[in-house]
């Protein structure tokens, strides 16, 4: 007797059979209760989720001696010749091979005769997006008005490649990705009735090979029984798979986030050395680095679902040793080196040198954290030629203005005489032994004009304007007016040149590297400015 392969052995048989499509199996018989079943309907969703498998079940349902039922028997004839496959009023017919105009007329022909034994002509084709535009024209005027007596049943895995015309004739049901658990657990109960031993851990890794497909996780469970036997290690299943151990994954993202190129190097190795395949190891990395992303933002109930409780112990913590910069960092460089993988001549050395780089990264500061600390350390009187104790070592600083804008040209600070009483310079002079950040920015403004009892100080647009028309910031020039003028002092903030079109980059980031504060940044810190990014601004006055 020839061998049935699980996948074909349990395939479901009634509607609560269907993993993790509730919501099809559902809409289905409660249109069959009703008496409200469609002419035609379009199944998508991904390989192995069982598109086909529910086709057969309406087929079944419709066709069987109890029904139209809503749970077919199984035990009358329509019903086990549809299971068996042999029905001659359900045709199955797969769509590359039966996809011209040709064999479309044949069916268009064939649906006018009334079925052979059974309530219904079904006709169920597969990978219908295969189907020539030609021969779908031809389906168009049979699929909208078909005689009583037939049905089509469509599946598709592109359903962007069937027609509107044909989608809009049709009713369309959405076939979900099959969770991890979900598969762990229908696979186990396969094992305890097919006499397997295995554990948790080995069904999880077949579910995460899987990826979604409950087809796939069976002929996977297949494939180990034949290496294995009827035990199951997960030793085995990494054998018999050519999957990488998790505990060597981990201990490479682990190398990465302390910084070890070294041990990396040598996990990599290793993985190498055991013939694990490079370019999925690749995509475990970067769904890593997802996960920690998704954990930093507290989105822990999107995880991926094959984590162990150790597993996500270790998300959470390199959630918390890293930074969001250095986690979106991490993926996009480990994006990149997927691409190139599948195009390089020796992709070993390709995920080597992403490893080094991402494992001698500099730590990236954001530049509001630079001039905050700008600010303490002067305003403590440290000295700006030395790093703040404690600040890590040549940090890369990505210099970025809060807006796009113009940078105006800077103008020196003449010192006529102020309309409000005491010069300008005078004034930028008291700031500087204030709040020497202040200084240096405001110095770079034009000398104000008094207007209906305020100061109007023109600041060059972008960086300048929005840092100095900050909440904190405008209180705090207002308080050092008021107590440098002898009367209470109202500045207003106009930037110049708010009609010009933007500047070039290149004028751009010049404009941040010759501010002082940024020049600051760079001595303070020993680092250098990386890039220069503009980005919308911060809400003025907050």
Known sequence: MSYLVLARKWRPQNFEDLIGQEHVARTLQNAIRSDRVAHAFLFCGMRGVGKTSTARLLAK????????????????????????????????????????????RQIIENVR?????????IYIIDEVHQVTT????????????????????????????????????????????????????????????????VDEASLLALAREADGSMRDAQSLLDQVVAFAGSRIGLGDVRRALGIADRSLLYATADALVRRSP??????????????????????ELLEHFRNVAVARVGADEILSADLSEEEHALVRRHAEALSSEDVERAFRIL????????????????????????????????????????????????????????????????????????????????????????????FLEFVKKRKPPLFALLSQCSTPREKEGELEVEVPAGFHHDYLSRKENLEVLRALGSEFYGRPVELRLRAAGEAAQKPK???????????????AAVDILGGQVQEVKARPGKERGK
């Open 61 to 104: 349902a419709l066709n069987c001696e109890k029904g139209p039922t809503p749970e077919p028997c199984n035990a009358c004839v329509p019903c086990r010749e549809i299971t068996a496959g042999v029905s001659v009023d359900v045709l199955e017919i797969d769509g590359a091979s039966n996809r011209g105009i040709h064999e479309v």
């Open 113 to 121: 005769y009334r079925p052979a034994a059974c309530r219904f002509k």
């Open 134 to 197: 030609d021969a779908f024209n031809a389906l168009l005027k049979t699929l909208e008005e078909p005689p009583e007596h037939v049905k089509f049943i469509f599946a598709t895995t592109e359903p962007h490649k069937v027609p509107r015309t044909i989608v809009s004739r049709c009713q369309r049901y959405d076939f979900k990705r099959i969770g991890a658990r979900a598969i762990v657990e229908h696979l186990s109960r396969i094992c305890r009735r097919e006499g397997i031993e």
């Open 262 to 283: 070294k041990e990396a190097l040598e996990k990599l190795d290793e993985l190498h050395t055991h013939g694990y395949d490079l370019h999925r190891f690749a995509r």
């Open 335 to 426: 994006l990149d080196a997927g691409q190139e993988l599948s195009r390089a001549p020796y992709p070993k050395l390709v995920l080597e040198m992403a490893l080094v780089k991402l494992a001698t990264l500099p730590p990236v500061v954001p530049i509001e954290e630079v001039l905050e600390r700008i600010e303490r350390l002067v305003s403590s009187g440290a000295s700006p030629s030395a790093p703040e104790a404690g600040a890590p070592s040549r940090p890369e600083v990505r210099a970025r203005p809060e807006a796009p804008g113009n940078a105006a040209k800077r103008t020196s600070a003449p010192a006529p005489a102020s309309p409000a009483g005491g010069s300008w310079s005078a």
């Open 505 to 519: 980059a290149e004028d751009l980031r010049r404009s941040v590297l010759e501010n002082p504060a940024v020049r």
